[in-house]
């Protein structure tokens, strides 16, 4: 049976191979340190833990759901992004959980690409990105993004290109893999920048909340219902990676338009998770506060290590990463990483995963213990 086609545009996700190495390395007997991915290790809330076990013994608990999620649930996220970012939403018809926000990457680029539109994609930025377009028969059109320019895209530049064919454009702030954010007036030009070229911009936003005094979201602009959606997860903010729960808000149409992939893809959310990111998304401040007291200690310690490695880093990033620069003369990042890896046994991203712009970097996770880290500065 020969695969399809479109299996040719894209490889298996990074991870995926480099884990299988790592682990292989460990089945040696190497004391690995695992620095590479951003999966948390820390647990959800007793509350949110005591929410799902409760759960289990509801009326209907094991039956399908809806595809639109507990109304409740829905309610939740407005009142999150209310209370939060100060953004209004209608539960009913302007916020749709998905089980996680990597799902609803597909299902918003299923509800509005066409083979042959065109997608702007950040370069460096989260991978998924260009696999997905590529996988819709989509056509990726990169825009760089680069440290002397804060990571944030060059508009007047970009407004001189012919977009007649882009129908979507991607943007993450805080943005992942640097940890940069963009400021109100920044996305404020986003905003306008979509409705000049008639674009449906999508801001990818999980990382709101971690170690970022100043969480803003894009449907805070002026404007941005109209040509906006943003997506958000519970993974980051509140230890739940692998619960797979997340959102996407915009206007009713927009919204409309994924639901009618969505309720083709799957069978509603588990009943007691949606119970469990209720009570979550409910969380008071001390959660908040702990979490990044957590990861503040974590960072201050990794800086240690980056510093060891004579990499430079900027202190203003956000999110649970550290992005680092690789010292002067050292071309190449996943050699760089390879040899930390098999002489010192710590596993690091290069930065290159991300796009070509992430040539001559590395990214650090926080999702590591402190003791771990400790460990690995002291291994050099």
């Known amino acids: 049976m020969i695969a399809a086609n479109r299996l040719n545009t894209v490889e298996e996700y990074y991870f995926s191979k480099k884990l299988r190495e790592v682990r292989g390395l460990m089945a040696e007997g190497r004391p690995i340190i695992n620095m590479g991915i951003g999966s948390p290790d820390l647990e959800p809330s007793i509350g949110v833990q005591d929410a799902i076990k409760d759960a289990l013994s509801h009326d209907g608990a094991h039956q399908y759901q809806s595809y639109q999620g507990l109304p409740e649930l829905r309610e939740a996220f407005a009142s999150f992004y209310k209370n939060k970012f100060g953004v209004t939403v209608d539960p009913q018809t302007e916020v749709l959980p998905l089980m996680g926000s990597k799902e609803g990457i597909m299902h918003i680029s299923l509800a509005f690409l066409n083979p042959g539109d065109e997608v702007l994609i950040p370069n460096p930025g989260y991978p998924t990105y260009t696999s997905v377009t590529n996988l819709v028969?989509?056509?990726?059109?990169?825009?760089?993004?680069?440290?002397?320019?804060?990571?944030?895209?060059?508009?007047?530049?970009?407004?001189?290109?012919?977009?007649?064919?882009?129908?979507?454009?991607?943007?993450?702030?805080?943005?992942?893999?640097?940890?940069?954010?963009?400021?109100?007036?920044?996305?404020?030009?986003?905003?306008?920048?979509?409705?000049?070229?008639?674009?449906?911009?999508?801001?990818?936003?999980?990382?709101?909340?971690?170690?970022n005094q100043d969480p803003i979201s894009i449907l805070e602009m002026e404007g941005a219902m109209d040509v906006a959606l943003e997506l958000n997860s519970l993974s980051k903010t509140f230890n739940m990676a692998g619960?797979?729960?997340?959102?996407?808000?915009?206007?009713?149409?927009?919204?409309?338009?994924?639901?009618?992939?969505?309720?083709?893809?799957?069978?509603g959310m588990f009943y007691g998770i949606q119970k469990g990111a209720i009570a979550a998304l409910k969380s008071s401040e001390s959660w908040f506060s702990n979490l990044n007291k957590v990861y503040h200690e974590r960072r201050e310690l990794m800086y240690a290590l980056a510093d060891k490695l004579k990499c430079t880093y900027d202190k203003n990033s956000v999110g649970?990463?550290?992005?680092?620069?690789?010292?002067?003369?050292?071309?190449?990042?996943?050699?760089?990483?390879?040899?930390?890896?098999?002489?010192?046994?710590?596993?690091?991203?290069?930065?290159?995963?991300?796009?070509?712009?992430?040539?001559?970097?590395?990214?650090?996770?926080?999702?590591?213990?402190?003791?771990?880290i400790k460990e690995a500065v002291n291994r050099f």
């Open 137 to 211: 028969g989509a056509l990726p059109r990169y825009y760089d993004l680069t440290g002397k320019n804060g990571w944030f895209p060059d508009l007047e530049e970009l407004s001189k290109q012919d977009l007649s064919k882009t129908k979507l454009m991607w943007t993450s702030y805080p943005h992942m893999p640097t940890g940069a954010t963009a400021n109100r007036e920044q996305l404020k030009k986003l905003v306008d920048f979509a409705r000049e070229h008639d674009i449906l911009l999508v801001n990818d936003n999980p990382y709101s909340f971690v170690l």
């Open 243 to 267: 619960w797979r729960v997340g959102m996407v808000l915009g206007n009713s149409e927009h919204i409309n338009a994924v639901l009618k992939v969505k309720s083709n893809m799957d069978s």
């Open 320 to 372: 649970m990463f550290v992005w680092a620069k690789l010292p002067a003369g050292v071309s190449s990042s996943e050699k760089f990483i390879d040899e930390v890896l098999y002489d010192k046994n710590i596993f690091i991203t290069p930065g290159t995963i991300f796009g070509s712009n992430g040539e001559g970097y590395i990214r650090f996770s926080l999702c590591v213990t402190a003791d771990k």
